[in-house]
């Protein structure tokens, strides 16, 4: 009779946890026990892709994404505000968040040295993938820097030099030395296997991951490393794809495009990024890279150029890796990044709507078409106590009513296009609140 009303207890407890966590008001604080119970966290599907698409898993429809940059959820040190940014871009309809993965030696590391990690720290990012899914976000997760912030490739050359192995000065050495490639696969390992201490869900078995992305930004030194850059990318995304047949993968370009794709040197914003020996077309082009990626800063790549000359470059810039994309490459593509100064304002016109506007209109008629362009994510976003990790294009959305309205727009406006029954009650409260 005891261990009746222990088991009933126990039941009841259960089917209070599953409620709680289904149905606890998002814009709340988040609850702090955890219930590591897989079955307990929210339903959430797995996205692929289907040739120049991507597609709901579970239901074959297409989806065409809206989306942001919050790069500092690992390092918030505050669940609260990992929620409240969470909750405010679904609030606005957007629906997946890219964010790092990472954050290699230095203060407040995740890896502390190569294959020595920080719990603590793990734990956090754990929390960041539990409650994106509680939210209905679904994150990107980059696993690694090309520049110096929170460790990057440069810290990894770093580690291989103290071990005593025979590293040249330059960055380059990060693509192609085989102790450092080992120390990226560890990590990729340790990530990708991992289980969340929140839900109890290992990393490869969590829809709320949209995508693994291998660098933010990856350039060399010089172009005569391009080969190892390529090569790098085709043995990484193999790697990850031994780990984890549920996710997409992609690399995390700038989109710049290489003197080995001499028609499209033009498109590029000046001679300069044709010398970083990445190319947006032969090393998306891999064949375990599922998508393309893009990023567009018309205001700091042409610094002196005047809004319609800005107008001019960024509409030729989408377009042509639209085009890329749905003919060459024939896989969706993501302009994964998005930046503008949102404060410039002359006579009135905020110059930044009208560069995202832009975009969001190119991805908007990709999308009627059922083409290549994907979607487009916003960088930065932040919420008023984490503005130690603003940038020049960090903005409170809520705090430029403008660019607001004209995010909730583009999210309205994509999900309209295929809503259905199941989805449409939804739909309509982010369109008319």
Same mark, same amino acid.
């Given at each position: 009779?005891?261990?009746?009303?222990?088991?009933?207890?126990?039941?009841? @407890?259960?089917?209070?946890?599953?409620?709680?966590?289904?149905?606890?008001?998002?814009?709340?604080?988040?609850?702090?026990?955890?219930?590591?119970?897989?079955?307990?966290?929210?339903?959430? #599907?797995?996205?692929?892709?289907?040739?120049?698409?991507?597609?709901?898993?579970?239901?074959?429809?297409?989806?065409?994404?809206?989306?942001?940059?919050?790069?500092?959820?690992?390092?918030?040190?505050?669940?609260?505000?990992?929620?409240?940014?969470?909750?405010?871009?679904?609030?606005?309809?957007?629906?997946?968040?890219?964010?790092?993965?990472?954050?290699?030696?230095?203060?407040?590391?995740?890896?502390?040295?190569?294959?020595?990690?920080? !719990?603590?720290?793990?734990?956090?990012?754990? @929390?960041?993938?539990?409650?994106?899914?509680?939210?209905?976000?679904?994150?990107?997760?980059?696993? *690694?820097?090309?520049?110096?912030?929170?460790?990057?490739?440069?810290?990894?050359?770093?580690?291989?030099?103290?071990?005593?192995?025979?590293?040249?000065?330059?960055?380059?050495?990060?693509?192609?030395?085989?102790?450092?490639?080992?120390?990226?696969?560890?990590?990729?390992?340790?990530?990708?296997?991992?289980?969340?201490?929140?839900?109890?869900?290992?990393?490869?078995? !969590?829809?709320?991951?949209?995508?693994?992305?291998?660098?933010?930004?990856?350039?060399?030194?010089?172009?005569?490393?391009?080969?190892?850059?390529? #090569?790098?990318?085709?043995?990484?995304? #193999?790697?990850?794809?031994?780990?984890?047949?549920?996710?997409?993968?992609?690399?995390?370009?700038?989109? @710049?495009?290489?003197?080995?794709?001499?028609?499209?040197?033009?498109?590029?914003?000046?001679?300069?990024?044709?010398?970083?020996?990445?190319?947006?077309?032969?090393?998306?082009?891999?064949?375990?890279?599922?998508?393309?990626?893009?990023?567009?800063?018309?205001?700091?790549?042409?610094?002196?150029?005047?809004?319609?000359?800005?107008?001019?470059?960024?509409?030729?810039?989408?377009?042509?890796?639209?085009?890329?994309?749905?003919?060459?490459? !024939?896989?969706?593509?993501?302009?994964?990044?998005?930046?503008?100064?949102?404060?410039?304002?002359?006579?009135?016109?905020? !110059?930044?709507?009208?560069?995202?506007?832009? *975009?969001?209109?190119?991805?908007?008629?990709?999308?009627?078409?059922?083409?290549?362009?994907?979607?487009?994510?916003?960088?930065?976003?932040?919420?008023?106590?984490?503005?130690?990790?603003?940038?020049?294009?960090?903005?409170?959305?809520?705090?430029?009513?403008?660019?607001?309205?004209?995010?909730?727009?583009?999210?309205?406006?994509?999900?309209?296009?295929?809503?259905?029954?199941?989805?449409?009650?939804?739909?309509?409260?982010?369109?008319?609140?």
């Amino acid at each position: 009779m005891r261990g009746r009303r222990i088991y009933t207890l126990l039941g009841l @407890f259960l089917l209070i946890a599953f409620v709680y966590l289904t149905y606890f008001s998002p814009t709340q604080s988040p609850p702090a026990l955890k219930i590591p119970i897989p079955w307990l966290q929210p339903k959430l #599907s797995f996205v692929g892709r289907n040739s120049t698409r991507f597609v709901d898993l579970s239901t074959g429809d297409p989806i065409y994404l809206n989306g942001w940059n919050s790069y500092w959820l690992l390092s918030a040190g505050s669940h609260s505000a990992v929620s409240e940014m969470l909750s405010r871009g679904r609030a606005m309809g957007m629906g997946v968040c890219r964010t790092w993965a990472f954050s290699d030696g230095g203060p407040a590391p995740l890896q502390i040295s190569p294959g020595r990690f920080d !719990e603590a720290m793990f734990q956090e990012l754990d @929390f960041v993938i539990y409650e994106a899914r509680r939210q209905g976000v679904r994150l990107i997760l980059s696993l *690694v820097n090309n520049l110096n912030a929170f460790g990057g490739k440069a810290q990894y050359v770093l580690w291989a030099k103290k071990k005593g192995e025979n590293v040249t000065n330059s960055m380059d050495s990060f693509f192609s030395h085989p102790t450092i490639k080992r120390y990226y696969k560890n990590y990729l390992k340790t990530i990708v296997t991992r289980k969340n201490s929140y839900s109890g869900i290992r990393y490869y078995d !969590e829809p709320a991951i949209f995508a693994w992305e291998l660098m933010n930004e990856p350039r060399c030194v010089s172009n005569s490393s391009a080969p190892l850059i390529k #090569s790098w990318i085709a043995e990484m995304a #193999s790697f990850i794809k031994t780990l984890d047949q549920n996710h997409l993968v992609t690399v995390g370009l700038e989109g @710049f495009y290489s003197p080995k794709t001499t028609h499209r040197l033009g498109v590029n914003p000046g001679d300069w990024a044709a010398s970083l020996c990445s190319d947006f077309i032969l090393n998306s082009a891999v064949e375990n890279i599922d998508f393309a990626s893009v990023h567009a800063y018309p205001d700091s790549w042409i610094p002196h150029a005047n809004l319609e000359e800005k107008v001019r470059y960024l509409s030729t810039w989408i377009e042509s890796h639209i085009n890329d994309s749905e003919h060459i490459l !024939e896989k969706p593509v993501l302009f994964s990044e998005v930046g503008s100064r949102s404060i410039s304002e002359q006579n009135g016109t905020n !110059e930044g709507d009208i560069l995202l506007k832009i *975009v969001y209109d190119k991805i908007y008629e990709s999308a009627k078409k059922q083409g290549a362009g994907s979607g487009a994510l916003i960088w930065q976003l932040t919420v008023k106590q984490m503005q130690r990790f603003r940038d020049d294009f960090s903005l409170v959305a809520q705090s430029h009513p403008s660019t607001y309205e004209l995010i909730k727009h583009q999210s309205c406006r994509l999900q309209l296009l295929f809503r259905n029954e199941t989805a449409g009650s939804k739909v309509d409260q982010w369109c008319h609140d």
